[in-house]
């Protein structure tokens, strides 16, 4: 009923250095994207076609969990492609990288507030020559707890000579998603199920870079990427409202 695939970040996303970075801000200069289905280490379009949850780790450490419906119809073959969906997006804003990314004015106040006015995150957003084009959406919302992340790894993420493949080489994608339609299901049933396994996994989890039904005050609990498999296949074959 479920498949599992595993993809390093290299395996499926791309990134261009662009001259300039958003908004005047000297590291949202990474222009990332999905690789042409062709040009993956994986070519089968169903593998990355939902439904589904992912976990994304880094440095063999889960950080965020995620799912994806794609499109779904009842009897029909799941279509959609969640690396162009979501995965690019992730990227994007955990590495503060991303040159669509743009952050809401209170989570740069409160970022402001966590990492001090020394910070190189801080001074190069308040560095924006148009910070209104900082704050406007592009496609690729920064929430506070993904970006602060990044701050934690400024070392690694914002250096201007970071090699993006060296950083994406540290990201690791594992997608469990139904192959087809389960039988005592319809669309929304499934969509259901899939939602109502996410909030629980989050919630117990509380993943590091994940903002959306995260207790408040609960501490990430450590869980290493060998362990995401199972708990992805356990979630989605609890019945729903099943925590």
């Given at each position: 009923m479920c498949d599992m695939a595993t993809f390093n970040a290299n395996d499926v996303l791309s990134?261009?250095?662009m001259p300039?970075?958003?908004?005047?801000?000297?590291?949202?200069?990474?222009?990332?994207?999905?690789?042409?289905?062709?040009n993956r280490v994986i070519t089968s379009p169903e593998i990355t076609a939902g439904a589904g949850l992912y976990g994304l780790c880094f440095d063999d450490q889960l950080i965020y969990v995620g799912s994806y419906l794609g499109n779904i119809k009842s009897g029909a073959n799941f279509s959609?492609?969640?690396?162009?969906?979501?995965?690019?997006?992730?990227?994007?804003?955990?590495?503060?990288?991303?040159?669509c990314l743009h952050i809401a004015p209170s989570s740069l106040n409160a970022l402001r507030k966590k990492l001090g006015l020394d910070h190189e995150m801080i001074t190069g957003f308040l560095a924006a020559s148009d910070p209104s084009l900082l704050h406007k959406d592009s496609g690729n919302l920064g929430p506070l707890r993904?970006?602060?992340?990044?701050?934690?790894?400024?070392?690694?993420?914002?250096?201007?000579?970071?090699?993006?493949?060296?950083?994406?080489?540290?990201?690791t994608f594992m997608y469990?998603?139904?192959?087809?339609?389960?039988?005592?299901?319809?669309?929304?049933?499934?969509?259901?199920?899939?939602?109502?396994?996410?909030?629980?996994?989050?919630?117990?989890l509380a993943p590091i870079c994940n903002t959306k039904h995260v207790p408040r005050g609960q501490?990430?609990?450590?869980?290493?990427?060998?362990?995401?498999?199972?708990l992805l296949r356990i979630a989605l074959a609890m019945p729903e409202g099943e925590a």
């Open positions: 990134v261009m250095q300039q970075g958003r908004a005047g801000v000297q590291f949202l200069n990474w222009k990332i994207t999905a690789k042409p289905l062709k959609g492609d969640v690396v162009s969906a979501r995965w690019w997006t992730h990227i994007g804003a955990i590495t503060a990288r991303g040159n993904r970006l602060f992340f990044g701050a934690l790894h400024h070392d690694v993420f914002l250096p201007h000579d970071a090699d993006p493949v060296d950083v994406l080489s540290r990201f469990v998603r139904y192959d087809s339609m389960p039988k005592e299901m319809n669309t929304q049933s499934l969509k259901s199920r899939i939602e109502d396994a996410e909030k629980a996994l989050i919630k117990k501490q990430a609990i450590e869980i290493r990427s060998s362990d995401v498999e199972s």
